[in-house]
């Protein structure tokens, strides 16, 4: 479309059918947005704030800021290749990104033709300040793939700018210095020390290191905030009262320290305290925060805490007559004590990643490098590196941070020196005689471009916000890793084309662990042809027991090969190369080098069918090649004596398939229900295989229904041509996703396996066309209409959550370890189905709206509170259990809008359930990539039911970051990385789940029923509204 959209009507109201192409769209929130201002209600408001709560850029303004947008705001969505506006428009709106991208073009000579893209806008960006003065746009945007947007006028906007300046100056208008200039745009003069704080030009390698000073760390936190102020008293308060010997007078080379603490004597009361504290590390990063905020410094004014025998003093402690606390101020900080602590474990990995990233990058301990490596794993701009780039900058970068906004870290026209990666804070773009082009924010990254081609900065870059902070990678580093790379890149060819491309380990190619040098270079793959990469890999597998590197990419080439090469084409490879035969040598090196390509091949062939297990019982070719396959090798084992307890292995895993192949075939399961909805949950689950066949209503818009008999994995064309009898000709019909709150998803003609992508209550319709805008949910799709409280009030906590894990185990026990592949690069691509994994996302939701359905019908207050209090108990004993998706979907269902809001509850509730409530809460933290979570993890030993989301958020940001072929070569980084995260699964599940266990009686049939037959409301306006009637909305 070549139409600048912001040309056409101001605001654009969604209809359920507008969005059926995008089930992200479809949400009671764009609904609400799509009123006009004057006719949304309370609840509106309420809905959309729940949405706009998780936009990056309205992160910091005020509740009545938020809720004044959710007035006057709008919603729009755009398909890929719209222009949104061109340069030199006018504009009208003021914008912020949803979802999607949108990319940022910019022309010298004003003529779209020659426009180049200077940067993407992403999730959280906002753009379109000039409204603010009338300027002309100073670049074009453009929709680089589906985008939302929330849209704000000019009227409107210019209000709230107005009335709300001190909050949105600096997060939604150009720095100071732009809006100086008289026609709103920037030339070269209106850049000064004058208007903004400058970084000095670094002139010499030493000075890359910024290592400061002790002057400086003296100054870093001059004035400690009201927060560290209270935090540190409550710390020494509780300290002096259990363990008043920690701080005391010490010597030290004949002189007394005053009031001194021991670094690792802290550490030590601080892992004594529990509070979510998992190792030392993360106990030194909660007292580094106090270091960094002022109440605590260390005797020799070092900025950075150790857990060594190094003297700290708290600030109270640096006075002549130190107060110590009276026994009302003792009583006072041991009840506050676990808040403080909750405060420092969230900020302390921050903390102790900017020690970290502080010290001299020669000084950088191996457990730091690998600290920094798993935090570079989980940012954007840097997900496309391989792995060996990665731990190469981890040991390179450099921290950087700028108190002020305003800072420029370089000017258009000067010198690349280095690179930048944003930790946190936000960046603009600003250009000569164009002003503010763009914006970038945490995880985005500038300033490459110039060093790759050794070209003068392009743009000025100045920081949007104060306590920005960066990842800053010098020049000299920046080019040697390139360098490196390149040098240990071995490319493989074949007429010309590159086939094979490996890379030699930099750190290995250096020393080995031990500190020698190693006798033999190791190398990965990193992109290649399937064959070429199956070739290498088998002739790198050892025969011995000794597991190998080749061994682990071998697993990961069986993991995800179904993305590159199917199994159809990838059998008649196995056989190639188990009668594989050398061309040249002498007779004894020929038969040496066909027996070991027939075992290396049997070898493979059996980690294969062990992967892939059920999955190739629905492939009737994988099925007749395991057999083809067992007779070439029960030939060659009667003649080969080398064979023959291989041969015994592998016929027992082809017998198995085969048979399990053939029932399946003679009689497939059928489920009744919709997956067993009903008496047949109270069974114990077992997998579901596509060939299974499910019992399934399809109404119509009449809301009459025909039950067909279909398989599991049926495609929409087979489900309408079951329902064209009644309903109509299969040629005019649709199939519809309907939720219960009347949102849209209107299956497309090569979807399949649809049964397992509907929502709780969700139904399945079929219509015609012109009936799709009339379809109304099924009375029955409203869920409960009075809530099971009074059932739940006689249950045990403990007893709840061990029924509810023993559930969710066997769901999750049932997912395939290959259906997150399946699920992440679509289903469509693979042509498999990803059932049990649909199922067990479905059971988070399941149980999230119980646990909202259950607050909002439960009308007394006082039972209120007490269901509050069981909620977050049994979240406590499911985070105990190890089941952290069931732990996680009760505390995200206590966190929605329509729970969060009752405030007469929450006021009402102990304060030990709130400090309980907060540290769950610290662990659904999103930041960092969810560190606070993955810290809890990796102290959890198996069995685990994981957060199954934020598995996926992880295969995708994998997926959507990395290409997955490389000038016509299979990106194996990329499938490495996807294999680590699956195995991931592997790990959850390496222990059994005891249904035996003593802590809970299990002689409760009633509760095991009621947890797997949940009742619920997953409509979230109606939820809303039920809440808003417990507890209407204070004036």
């Known amino acids: 479309m070549d139409r600048p959209w912001e040309a056409g009507p101001e605001w654009v109201r969604i209809s359920a059918a507008h969005t059926s192409s995008h ?140 009335e709300y300046h001190q909050c949105m100056a600096g997060l939604l208008a150009p720095p100071r210095g732009v809006n100086q200039c008289p026609t709103g745009m920037l030339d070269k003069g209106s850049i000064s020390s004058n208007s903004f704080a400058s970084v000095p030009k670094q002139q010499h390698k030493k000075s890359f290191f910024e290592i400061p000073s002790k002057a400086q760390l003296k100054c870093i936190s001059q004035v400690p905030s009201e927060e560290m102020l209270w935090a540190g008293k409550v710390i020494r308060n509780a300290i002096l009262s259990r363990a008043p010997h920690v701080i005391r007078d010490r010597k030290c080379r004949m002189k007394t320290c005053r009031r001194c603490c021991v670094g690792s004597e802290l550490v030590d009361w601080q892992m004594q305290q529990g509070s979510g504290v998992h190792s030392r590390a993360q106990a030194a990063g909660m007292w580094q925060v106090l270091l960094e905020g002022g109440v605590l410094t260390r005797v020799d004014r070092e900025l950075s805490f150790q857990d060594k025998y190094l003297f700290y003093r708290f600030l109270d402690d640096e006075k002549e007559d130190a107060p110590f606390p009276s026994e009302e101020e003792q009583k006072e900080s041991l009840e506050e004590l676990k808040d403080a602590l909750l405060l420092l474990s969230q900020i302390g990995p921050d903390a102790h990643m900017r020690m970290i990233l502080r010290k001299h990058p020669s000084e950088r301990t191996a457990d730091d490098l690998e600290i920094i490596y798993e935090e570079l794993l989980h940012i954007k701009a840097l997900s496309h590196l391989s792995t060996t780039v990665k731990r190469e900058l981890a040991g390179v970068l450099i921290f950087e941070s700028h108190a002020k906004s305003g800072t420029v870290l370089f000017s258009q026209g000067g010198e690349g020196t280095s690179w930048y990666i944003i930790l946190k804070g936000s960046v603009n773009v600003v250009i000569y005689g164009k002003g503010v082009v763009c914006t970038l924010h945490e995880g985005d990254d500038f300033g490459k471009l110039a060093l790759v081609n050794d070209a003068p900065r392009a743009a000025c870059i100045v920081s949007r916000e104060d306590d920005c902070h960066f990842l800053r990678v010098d020049k000299e580093d920046f080019n040697r890793i390139l360098r490196d790379v390149e040098a240990n890149t071995v490319r493989l060819k074949e007429h010309g084309q590159d086939v094979l491309v490996l890379e030699k380990s930099l750190s290995s190619s250096r020393t080995s662990s031990r500190g020698a040098a190693t006798s033999h270079d190791k190398y990965k793959v990193m992109s290649g042809t399937p064959v070429k990469i199956l070739e290498h890999l088998l002739e790198m597998t050892r025969l011995d027991s000794q597991v190998t590197e080749s061994d682990s990419a071998l697993n990961d080439f069986v993991l995800t090969h179904c993305v590159f090469i199917p199994n159809r084409e990838l059998c008649p490879v196995l056989m190639a190369h188990y009668h594989a035969e050398a061309s040249q040598g002498t007779d004894q090196e020929k038969l040496d080098y066909a027996l070991n390509s027939k075992r290396r091949a049997i070898c493979l062939v059996m980690q294969w069918a062990a992967v892939h297990g059920d999955q190739l019982q629905e492939e009737d070719a994988s099925v007749a090649f395991l057999e083809e396959f067992l007779v070439a090798v029960s030939k060659d084992a009667e003649v080969i004596p080398a064979l023959r307890d291989q041969f015994t292995k592998l016929d027992r895993i082809v017998k198995q398939n085969t048979e399990e192949w053939g029932a399946s075939r003679t009689k497939p399961r059928v489920l009744l229900r919709q997956f067993s909805v009903g008496e047949e949950k109270l069974q114990k689950r077992r997998p579901i295989r596509s060939s299974d066949e499910i019992l399934f209503k399809v109404y119509g818009g009449d809301h009459t229904y025909t039950t067909i008999r279909a398989s599991v994995a049926a495609s929409v064309g087979e489900v309408i041509g079951a329902v064209a009898d009644k309903l109509g000709s299969a040629e005019d019909l649709l199939l519809v996703n309907l939720s219960s709150a009347g949102e849209k998803v209107v299956f497309k003609p090569n979807d399949f396996c649809v049964f397992s992508t509907l929502g709780v209550n969700g139904r399945l319709f079929a219509c015609r066309r012109d009936q ?219 222990q059994p789940f005891s249904p035996d266990s003593p802590l809970v009686s299990k002689n409760h049939p009633e509760v095991r029923t009621y947890v797997r037959q949940l009742h619920v409301i997953d409509n979230q306006r109606t939820l809303t509204q039920l809440s808003h009637g417990l507890e209407p909305r204070r004036s």
């Open 23 to 162: 089930p992200s769209e479809s949400h009671e929130w764009v609904l609400c947005l799509g009123k006009r201002p004057a006719e949304r209600s309370g609840e509106d408001v309420d809905t959309i704030l729940a949405r706009l709560n998780g936009v990056k850029a309205l992160e910091r303004f005020p509740p009545s800021l938020l809720q004044r947008i959710c007035l006057c705001g709008f919603y729009e969505c755009l398909e890929k290749g719209i222009t949104l506006y061109r340069q030199g428009d006018i504009g009208t709106n003021w914008y912020a990104v949803l979802s999607g991208s949108l990319d940022v073009n910019v022309s010298e000579t004003g003529s779209h033709q020659d426009a180049v893209t200077i940067c993407t806008l992403g999730p959280g960006a906002a753009f379109g300040e000039s409204i603010l003065d009338d300027t002309p746009r100073r670049a074009t945007i453009v929709t680089r793939q589906f985008s939302e947007l929330l849209l704000i006028e000019r009227g409107p906007f210019r209000s709230l700018w107005e």
């Open 772 to 990: 799709l805008d009339s379809l109304s949910p099924l009375p029955e799709q409203e869920g409960t209409c009075a809530g099971l409280s009074s059932s739940l009030d006689f249950m045990s906590s403990r007893d709840v959550a061990f029924h509810m894990t023993s559930f969710d185990w066997e769901l999750f026990h049932c997912v395939h370890e290959l259906e997150l592949i399946y699920h992440t690069f679509g289903r469509q691509h693979v042509q498999k189905a990803s059932v049990n994994l649909d199922l067990f996302l479905r059971r988070f939701n399941e149980i999230q709206f119980w646990v909202i359905t259950e607050m909002c019908l439960c009308s007394q207050l006082s039972k209120r509170v007490q269901l509050l209090k069981k909620f977050i108990k049994v979240a406590a004993h499911c985070k105990e259990y190890g089941n952290l998706n069931g732990f996680f979907a009760v505390i995200m269902g206590l966190s929605n809008q329509a729970v969060c809001r009752l405030s007469q509850t929450w006021e009402k509730l102990p304060g030990k359930f709130r400090r309980s409530y907060g540290e769950f809460e610290n662990l659904m933290d999103p930041s960092r990539n969810h560190r606070a979570y993955r810290l809890m993890v990796a102290e959890l030993e198996p069995p685990i039911v994981p957060f199954m989301p934020l598995l996926i958020k992880d295969m995708t940001f994998t997926h959507e970051g990395n290409k997955t072929f490389i000038d016509n070569l299979v990106n194996f980084e990329k499938m490495r990385m996807i294999a680590n995260t699956v195995k991931l699964l592997r790990y959850c599940r390496s």
